[in-house]
Structure formats: C-alpha cells, structure tokens
C-alpha cells in the first residue's frame, strides 16, 4: 500500500488533529500552535491540511478539516491528508471521527496508479489508533486498490486474456479453485451469448469461474461485466463515447475487489465469482443488430442494439449461477449511460426485490460512505423488451428508464436464487476526490462487505 499503517507505537509520531469548521478553540494544541492556524487562514474547512511547528521551528503536528461534514462522510474527506500531509511519522489524534474509516481514507488517498510511470508520493508512517483493526483496514484497502488497477490498466494491457490472468493470481492467492471455458467450448457447454458478444476480438471470448471456502457453507456468487473494450459493436460508438471504454470491465474489477475483501476477511461462506470475460469488437464475424440469440437459460434474444452487449454475456453467466440456487447472488457491471444520467457517476443505482437486502445495503452505504440508491423493478416496463421474432429484444424503443429496463432483462434470468441484487456502476471517478484520484473506482463493494460481514462473519 502506498501509506504504510502499523500497530506498533511510533516515538516520533505527531498528531493529526481532525477540525470541524470553525471548531478550531476546541482541539488541544497550545496557544502558538492556534494562533499560526488562525493567522494561516485555517478554520476546519474540509480538506484543507495546516502543518503547525513547535517552539522551535520543528514539525509540532498538522490540523485537518472536515467541514461541517458529519460521521463517514467526515471521515473518507481525510483522505486529502495523503496528498497534502508532509512526510514523516503521524497518528491520529483523540476525536469524534471514524478512527477506521479515517485510516482507510489515508490510504486509499494515497493511491496511484503507476504501472507506466512513477510519482513521488510522500514518505508517510501512520500508528493506528486504538481499537483500528489492521487486518480489516488492510484487507479493505487491498480490494479498493485491486479493482482501481485493473480498471486503470488499458485494454493493451488487460483484455480477457490479461483479466483471466488477475482472476487466476487472486484465486491462487486464496486457495480458490478456478476454471476458465474459453473460445468455441463456450457453445459447446451452452454460452452462446458470451460466445457471440466476443467472437469478433483477436482474444477469444472466455467465462471465468472461481470457488472457495467450505462446499456446506451458505452460497454466495457474484457476477461481474467483462468487456474489456466496447466499440459499440457494428452500433459502433462515436470516438468521444470510447475514450473510457477501458473501464467497460468495471463491474468484474469491482467483483475481483470484493471477492479479495471476503477471502481475506475469511467469511463464512461458500463464495462463486463468474466474470465473462470479452471484447465488444468489430469484424466480419461480428454479431449484427437483427440477429436473434439463443441464451444458456434457452429465452431467444433479439438484437436491437450491439451496444447493449454487458446485458448479454451477463444473462449466460446469471443463468448458470442460478442454477445451484445459490443464497445470494449478487451482480455488478458498467451497464448504462441511463443510470448516469439519473443518479451521477458518485451514486450506484441497485435493484432488488428482497427488502430486507435492499434496507440493510442501502443503511450499509450510509453507515461506510459508499453510497447507494435503491431504483424500482418497475414490472409495467418489461413489455418495452418485447420482440416480434424472440422472447425478447436487448433494448428498447423509445429509450426511456433504461437503467430500470436493463435490470428488468437480466432479472428474467434469475428464477431460482434465494435472494438477488444487480449494481449498476459507473466505475471512475470523473473529478479528485480527498480519498481517490480521478481514474478507476471501487464502488458499493465496502457497502456490500458490510453487509456480508453481518451475515456471514465468524
């Protein structure tokens, strides 16, 4: 990890005192240390970092701000501290805050992605404060960090190929079992979706599948989108719609990254990751708007748009998870401009119709700052996917509640999971936040580990 945390006291830490706004004359530092914060402008605004000196002159501690920002919030603003903190030997000092939260913040602050070129981050040292588990902020941190690689790794360098490859480290890592169907053994074991979507690609089309932990155990699988790239197929997108197309297999790095956080956790569950792993490309070979697709579960798809490919491979690798009836599926993909546009590219959309998962994910967001907003099933809004030739098409006519829609189709293939939930994420982080670069993002796996903590934690 970029920021190096440790259990062990350091002699040399200095305090981080973390400052409400205008909640200056409530922290205990002494009166030289109040007055360069007050002559320096500093009032707790949030995110604003003041290093302070001693008598002489010497690194003495550093204020942070966090606004009027309240609970978890407050808490993951600090991550700006990994940016603007100088380099040296630091602990948190006593205070209302997340002590946890505040500690991941720190960092996954300091996270760059760095595989083409070096920065020159600080040289920080945090002592944990007490009651900080350095096994869970690790372990947190290892899955963020995981699924914002792989997001940032251009598609030269992370194709289905090289998205197998980080499936097959992680599983080694685990002691997981994994299994890869590539090429024409997809339609040979009844993939033709996944197998359609990615014939085009110099890389073949692969379905990636990994398991671990006890065989008794509660079952628990996750799905996650794999377009490595999407041009849009034949529907090819403009040049300007694929400049972050990189990021089309957010939804298998953010599965990757969650399925690292239940391991490491050591959950009490029996996990099941499936990633389809392709490439939306063009050729001759190309799958075309018109073709009708028979899917693993056997219900025909007609092709309106080859840009709609994510719903696609998702509906053979959800067919087969449901199969074995697992407890609770749970699938994440970069699925629609349409979520963007209602919620932003900061708030997941979810879609379930178990309300008790729906109240718990949406309390689990709020309670660790990775939000989430539950949309309708709206089943009125099925009859849109209807198809003159198939049981069904890809997309709609007229374009509305698309996101809605979306998950509407693929809920058609998933009859018999005790529980199920699709993500629609957005994957990037468009504009710096205190805890993130702009580039790739984990999103709504910290809300989705706390809710499997509770179920599922020894």
């Known amino acids: 990890m970029p920021i190096e945390i440790t259990q062990t006291p350091l002699a040399n830490a200095k305090p981080i005192h973390v400052v409400a706004k205008d909640g200056l004359d409530g922290i205990a530092i002494d009166a030289r240390a109040r007055a360069w914060a007050k002559a320096s402008g500093f009032s707790g605004q949030s995110g604003k970092v003041l290093a302070f000196p001693d008598a002489d002159g010497e690194l003495a501690g550093a204020l942070v701000g966090i606004g009027t920002e309240e609970g978890a919030t407050a808490a993951l603003a600090l991550g700006r501290l990994a940016r603007d903190l100088p380099s040296g030997e630091w602990v948190f000092a006593p205070g209302a805050f997340d002590a946890h939260l505040a500690t991941l913040a720190l960092v996954i602050g ?13 040289d920080i040292r945090l002592q944990l404060s007490a009651g900080v588990d350095l096994a869970r902020v690790t372990c947190e941190a290892d899955g963020i960090i995981l699924a ?19 499936a097959r480290r992680l599983a080694k890592a685990h002691k997981a079992k994994i299994s890869v169907i590539e ?5 040979k074991q009844n993939f033709p979706m996944i197998h359609a979507v990615g014939r ?53 790095a953010n599965v990757l990254g969650l399925a690292s956080m239940i391991m490491s956790a050591n959950l009490d569950l029996r996990l099941r990751v499936l990633i389809p792993a392709v490439e939306n490309a063009i050729a001759g070979n190309a799958f075309r708007p018109g073709d009708v697709l028979t899917s693993r579960k056997g219900l025909t798809v007609e092709i309106g748009n080859t840009d709609a ?8 690798a959800l067919a087969l998870a449901d199969e074995e009836k697992p407890e609770l599926l749970i699938d994440m993909a970069t699925l629609t401009g349409a979520a963007r546009v209602a919620l932003g590219p900061d708030l997941p959309p979810f879609f379930t119709d178990d309300e008790t998962l729906a109240a718990d994910l949406s309390r ?95």
Request: proline content about 7%; charged content about 25%; glycine content about 10%.
């Open 183 to 187: 090429g024409d053994a997809l339609l």
């Open 200 to 252: 085009a690609s110099d890389q073949t089309p692969r379905l990636i599948d990994f398991t671990w932990g006890p065989k008794d155990a509660p079952k628990v699988t996750l799905v996650g989108k794999g377009v490595c790239f999407d041009t849009g197929g034949l529907d090819i997108k403009p040049a300007s719609g694929m400049l972050l197309m990189k990021k089309d297999m957010g939804g298998a």
């Open 364 to 458: 689990a967001g709020d309670t660790v700052a990775d939000p989430v907003w539950r949309m309708p099933l709206w089943k009125p809004y099925a009859k849109k996917l209807s198809s003159r030739v198939a049981d069904m098409n890809n997309v709609t006519t007229d374009g509305f509640a698309g996101s809605v829609t979306a998950a509407l189709f693929l809920q058609k293939f998933v009859e018999n999971a005790r529980s199920w939930v699709h993500l629609d994420i957005f994957g990037w982080n468009p504009v710096e936040k205190p805890h993130a670069p702009v580039g790739g993002e984990a999103q709504a796996i910290r809300a989705l580990m706390r809710v499997l903590e509770a179920r599922y934690g020894k």
């Open 110 to 122: 300091g996270y760059r992605f760095e595989r083409y070129w070096k920065d020159s981050p600080r």
């Open 148 to 166: 914002r690689d792989l997001i940032n790794t251009p598609t030269n360098d992370m194709g289905p190929a090289d998205l197998e490859e980080a």
């Open 309 to 316: 490919e994510g719903r696609l491979i998702l509906a053979d």
